[in-house]
């Protein structure tokens, strides 16, 4: 792979270059990895998923919740805010590919992406997130805000939020309007944890949080889920990312040697059966998967 350049680098190339197509300098800064844009959003390992067909797959589902862009509409020329939105949105697509991630969609002032989830999640997609999600929170709290800091009074503000889990890969609408969505709890908390996330915080939940170190997590208040007068909870982790950042800067080497020796908590396994039904597959290795949906029934 080509070297790794910094979420503020691209921020600054993109913005500093307005004359440019913003694809063009995109694509010229990805190098090695620029070929994986053709794949546009979404993951391209299940693009084909047709209407009524449910694939079994595993998957680190990513969001990031960007919070100050209304003052900022309000502060700023349409020009200028487009500029911004350009070389924020670019910097992200750039800061998640490198790091082996697929861009689902954007969503609203946030992104939604995917790492892993061909067959299985390995270490390495696990460590990319991490990775991925803590430089991009470390150029926008620096670069964005120093820019905007320098412009006008406002700044941008980021929570974001990451889980790890079996998902089931269909296509949503109707034909000509639709998309191939990962269906699961996963999906749901990610997304839960980028909103409720504090300004700069990044919480994870309880699957990927069991493979993460504990110098770089804490805990965060469950997520608490009422039915039929009982309660059931979702364990969550504050993720340590300046902590992350700061072991990762000092010896990135020996970190992710550390890091890709640890497995990821083993899932229950959920197969399609000859007939085309979905089977679940249990293990006596089952280790913080979550649990069915009549057990722990959170949405």
């Given at each position: 792979m080509s070297k790794i350049k910094s979420f503020g680098e691209i921020f600054d190339s993109v913005y500093a270059k307005p004359e440019k197509k913003y694809g063009e300098i995109l694509l010229g800064e990805m190098g090695e990895i620029k070929k994986s844009f053709t794949t546009g959003l979404g993951h391209p390992e299940y693009q084909a998923v047709q209407f009524g067909e449910i694939v079994p797959g595993t998957l680190i589902v990513f969001f990031i919740d960007i919070r100050g862009f209304t003052k900022l509409a309000i502060a700023l020329d349409n020009e200028e805010l487009i500029k911004i939105l350009q070389a924020i949105?670019?910097?992200s697509i750039y800061s998640i590919r490198q790091f082996g991630g697929y861009v689902a969609e954007f969503t609203g002032d946030g992104v939604m992406a995917f790492f892993g989830g061909r067959s299985s999640v390995t270490a390495t997609d696990a460590l990319c997130s991490l990775k991925a999600s803590a430089s991009m929170m470390q150029g926008i709290k620096e670069t964005v805000n120093k820019h905007l800091n320098s412009t006008v009074d406002e700044t941008v503000r980021v929570g974001m939020g990451l889980e790890f889990g079996n998902v089931l890969w269909t296509r949503l609408g109707i034909d000509g309007t639709s998309q191939v969505k990962?269906?699961?709890e996963i999906s749901f908390v990610a997304g839960k944890n980028s909103g409720q996330a504090k300004s700069w915080e990044i919480i994870i939940g309880k699957n990927l949080a069991e493979w993460v170190p504990d110098e770089f997590k804490e805990k965060y208040p469950a997520y608490l889920f009422q039915k039929d007068g009982r309660t059931y909870e979702y364990a969550r982790y504050l993720l340590k990312w300046q902590s992350f950042n700061s072991a990762?800067?000092?010896n990135?080497?020996?970190?992710?040697q550390r890091l890709l020796k640890k497995t990821l908590p083993v899932l229950p396994m959920v197969v399609l059966s000859s007939n085309g039904t979905l089977t679940s597959v249990s293990s006596t290795?089952?280790?913080?998967?979550?649990r069915p949906l009549k057990d722990q029934p959170f949405f």
């Open positions: 949105t670019i910097a990962p269906v699961s990762y800067n000092s990135a080497s020996q970190l992710e290795k089952q280790s913080g998967g979550p």
